[in-house]
């Protein structure tokens, strides 16, 4: 079963956005050898935390560090941009880099009301996302009558494949209509998984009029956390808590370097604003790790894992994904060639 990777630049405290970025197409590099199917990033606007604001710039730079895996978005957040522009960038990439190009959508803005203004220049309106996905996709097919006299260029003809991205039964439904394969943000808003993946199901059209596959396609997102040991791996996971605590009290910052005496530190209502979120996480030896993936896979009929960690230490992140890579089975480059 294929494993993913979902990154966002993150910024680590005592590092800079440059930094985050070499970090990141170290990564890219790292987990390419190492034979995961796909390496994702996901459009975020003024941060602290994470660097991946320009996704499109982002994805050709690791797309251009790497040969093998496939490189996409996790998403673009459609709403703030007209699907020309989202055509035209991503038909480009495709140009590029051939068959090795994803495009997964949300309906979210990725950032505050503020900023998500700041950038449509105008009110949110994401009662056009159903539209805009068609739209998109139109720019995006080969070059037919009814098309329009406005054509992405590049773009027209690359066909780019679409992923629609949601933690909620809305965006499951609307996936499973169009004939999509569907991403569950389950890493970060598990609450609503199980009945957006029966919701998709149920409504899983092959012959939707964006069909792309021939049956429903789920890839789940999942915290991981891997160590040589399971105190290393319990004390690493402390910063994605951090994170998460600092995102419950509105105060997002670079992430803070492990503290293995976090949870005594916290009080009831902080200890749920932490866990609620990260329901979905496995952390552990490698044994540990793969056993708990091994139950997640059976109980969610997932068929792809995106996998996200995140780390203080670059060093400590890549080690997880290669401990991981291990565990499970990855071929490597030189095999999956």
């Known amino acids: 079963m294929p494993l993913s990777v979902l990154d966002l630049a993150p910024v680590s405290s005592g590092q800079d956005v440059a930094d985050a970025l070499e970090n990141t197409t170290r990564l890219a590099r790292a987990v390419d050898d190492l034979g995961y199917e796909r390496f994702w990033l996901a459009e975020h606007h003024n941060s602290d935390t994470f660097a991946s604001s320009a996704t499109a710039l982002l994805i050709e730079r690791v797309a251009s560090a790497t040969s093998r895996m496939r490189v996409g978005s996790g998403g673009i957040m459609l709403p703030n ?48 996302f159903p539209q805009d996905v068609r739209t998109l996709s139109r720019y995006l097919a080969p070059a037919g009558p009814g098309q329009g006299a406005v054509r992405a260029i590049p773009g027209q003809g690359t066909e780019v494949p679409l992923w629609m991205l949601g933690s909620s039964t809305s965006s499951a439904e609307l996936a499973g209509r169009l004939g999509l394969p569907y991403a569950f943000a389950s890493h970060f808003a598990p609450y609503q998984l199980d009945e957006a993946l029966a919701v998709y199901r149920a409504n899983f059209d092959p012959s939707g009029p964006l069909a792309s596959v021939d049956r429903p396609t789920v890839m789940a997102g999942v915290n991981v956390m891997v160590a040589d040991d399971q105190d290393s791996a319990e004390a690493l996971f402390t910063t994605i808590q951090q994170m998460f605590l600092r995102l419950a009290s509105g105060a997002p910052a670079p992430l803070d370097p492990p503290l293995p005496k ?12 932490m866990d609620g979120p990260l329901q979905v996480s496995f952390v552990g030896t490698p044994d540990v790790v793969r056993d708990g993936l091994d139950e997640f896979v059976a109980r969610t009929g997932a068929d792809e894992l995106l996998v996200v960690t995140y780390a203080h230490d670059p060093v400590a992140r890549r080690h997880s994904y290669e401990l991981l890579a291990d565990a499970w089975g990855l071929p490597g480059q030189n095999a999956a060639a």
């Open 262 to 273: 976090l949870r005594t530190m916290l009080d009831a209502q902080q200890a749920s604003a």
């Open 81 to 128: 941009h007209a699907p020309l522009t989202v055509a035209e960038q991503f038909g480009t990439l495709a140009t590029l880099h051939p068959g090795r190009i994803d495009l997964g959508l949300g309906r979210a803005p990725g950032t505050d009301p503020r900023t998500a203004q700041a950038l449509r220049r105008g009110a949110a309106n994401t009662d056009s």
